[in-house]
């Protein structure tokens, strides 16, 4: 499969701030990249998506941002609430198919 | 969107025997898709079920040791063989739903 990893495996926020979370991808050839948010006992959940003619996308407080030339991937979530506590994936789609290839995951635990 | 039901939910197996995992989906897919998710791990990508033709399976995943069927477009069955306690993990449906992929909520299997 491909590698896909993150850079941080723990990240700690107090409540209300920003939180960024980041992925390195190693297919250049990559054209599509999910971010998923998994919660204790629970399936991956999709947070937002970004295609690789895009190097921005904003959802409602999460925004992703993608820099092709490093490969590069980061998830910022705006005014962190405790319900963001999870683990969060960054995958990436190789357009071999319609399968993704996960990163490590990064947990967040979110400060009240 | 698509909605994924996994059976079962988790179990307990002894060493050396079988378990047969179901997914069914609300909807009709081509491809479907399998995970296992090791504890404190990320997912990774075991097989593609394909309805009408044999599993792809990825490097390092063997049919003999995690064979599939898919008889159906809504249907497919992964089954762990001959378990040792390494194969104790979360096992993962997943479908592609046109822009997203949608993952069941998992089966969690250990293995004494």
């Known amino acids: 499969g491909e590698s896909v990893g993150l850079h941080l495996p723990t990240l700690s926020v107090q409540e209300g701030d920003n939180s960024i979370i980041n992925c390195a991808y190693s297919n250049s050839a990559s054209d599509y990249f999910i971010w998923y948010k998994q919660e204790s006992g629970k399936g991956p959940q999709f947070i937002i998506d970004i295609r690789s003619n895009m190097d921005k996308r904003q959802g409602q407080r999460v925004t992703v941002l993608l820099n092709k030339t490093v490969k590069h991937l980061s998830l910022q979530i705006a005014a962190t609430q405790p319900g963001d506590s999870a683990v969060y994936f960054c995958a990436e789609n190789p357009q071999t198919g319609n399968q993704f290839y996960f990163g490590t995951g990064t947990s967040l635990t979110v400060i009240p | 969107s698509a909605v994924i039901s996994q059976k079962p939910s988790r179990d307990i197996c002894q060493r050396g025997t079988s378990l047969t995992i179901q997914c069914q989906v609300d909807s009709q897919v081509t491809m479907m898709f399998w995970y296992r998710q090791q504890p404190g791990q990320s997912l990774t990508l075991i097989a593609t079920?394909?309805?009408?033709?044999?599993?792809?399976?990825e490097s390092g995943f063997v049919i003999d040791k995690f064979p599939i069927s898919r008889p159906n477009l809504t249907f497919s069955t992964l089954t762990v063989s001959n378990m040792s306690p390494e194969d104790s993990s979360i096992y993962l449906c997943?479908?592609?739903?046109?822009?997203?992929?949608?993952f069941g909520q998992g089966t969690r299997l250990t293995v004494v």
């Open positions: 997943s479908v592609w739903g046109g822009t997203e992929a949608f």
């Open positions: 079920a394909n309805q009408g033709s044999e599993a792809t399976y």
